[in-house]
């Protein structure tokens, strides 16, 4: 049932009882399936599905996943010291069912009624170079990105260099993220900055605080490196300002120039989210599960078939000795598709790493 639910991800449009199907025909074939076999019924799976739960598919996903670029991978790291990674949010439609409503909420509309669907929120950290997953976590719509992204730091490690967008800076993150991993996040041009020292490269040096008080009173201060630059964009007006801050103070490591190309790297983020909701599930497909604990075992999955995909075209990239952003996930998941209706082994853990992840 665990490699049913992978599987249920893999193919979206289809429903319970031909996801089966596709999955024993190879067997069948083979002879490796009973040929009296028949299907079971949509009520049948639905009870196999209940019965597991959550909670294999996501000691399954916390077993095996761990960062992919290694150092001869392409595209993962800057200046050779700092594995890229990303952090960001996203929503996902749901099922209309009261249970899920009251669980998990409705989005407003702009004219203050509810929207027809319920929604999850998801917020999620992903390698940059790989666009593979790392950690999730999901929530109810009244939960906040910043309050979930707090139980994602446990996915930060040295060596990492995390990006994250304007609406993830709070004091009390970033000090709990800089812990963890070196940070080069974007802020609101409301967030006072007030320079201590200028740099060689045009960035500078300045301090955040908790508080107004504090910053009135001086104290309990971080130092942190701000980059401001603008984008001269002929088709846009006016011209867009960024602020970023990092936990980079020297320039000579990171110089201000880099480090603004370097955050055009959080699209990455935003490609591997296209992936996953256009792609692998479908554009304005809603997930299946009627119930709450469903919905939590469908996203599990669908992290879980995003990575095997993943691995296997990063595996590819590192092969042929280029970068795995070169590579066409539409391509890699069809033929994926087509192999596991053809499979002649049943093997859950084809996709797994050889190694479990470090520090999980």
Known sequence: ????????????????????????????????????????????????????????????????????GTPKVRGCWFRGHWRVVALDGTTADIPDSEDNAATFGRPGSGRGEKSGYPQVRIVSVAECGTHAYLDFVYGPLSQGEVTLARQLLRCLQAGMLCLADRNFFGFELWNQARAKAELLWRVKKNLVLEPIKHLSDGSY??????????????????????????LDD?????????????????????????????????????????????????????????????????????????????????????????????????????VIRRKTIAQRVFSPAWFAPTAPASGR
């Open 1 to 68: 049932m665990v490699y049913y639910v992978i599987a249920m991800t893999l193919f979206s449009g289809c429903g319970y009882r031909e996801v089966m199907r596709r999955l024993s025909e190879g067997l069948k074939a083979a002879g490796a399936w009973p040929a009296n076999w028949h299907v079971p019924t949509k009520s049948a799976i639905a009870l196999g599905r209940q019965r597991i739960g959550e909670a294999p598919l996501r000691a399954l996903f916390d077993r095996i996943v761990r960062p992919l």
């Open 234 to 334: 002929p088709g846009r007006a006016p011209l867009i300002t960024y602020r970023l801050i990092t936990t980079l103070l020297d320039p000579e490591l990171a110089p201000a120039a880099e480090l603004a190309v370097l955050y055009c790297e959080r699209q990455e983020f935003e490609l591997a989210e296209d992936e996953m909701k256009t792609h692998q599930r479908g554009a304005g497909v809603v997930l299946r599960s009627r119930t709450p604990e469903g919905v939590a075992q469908e996203i599990c999955a669908y992290f879980l078939a995003h990575y095997a995909v993943r691995a296997l075209m990063t595996e590819a990239a590192l092969q042929r000795d280029i970068d795995p952003e070169r590579l066409s996930f539409t391509h890699a998941i069809n």
């Open 205 to 230: 040096l300045s301090y955040i605080y908790p508080s107004w008080i504090a910053r009135r009173r001086n104290k309990d201060g971080v130092l942190v490196r701000v980059v401001e630059y603008a």
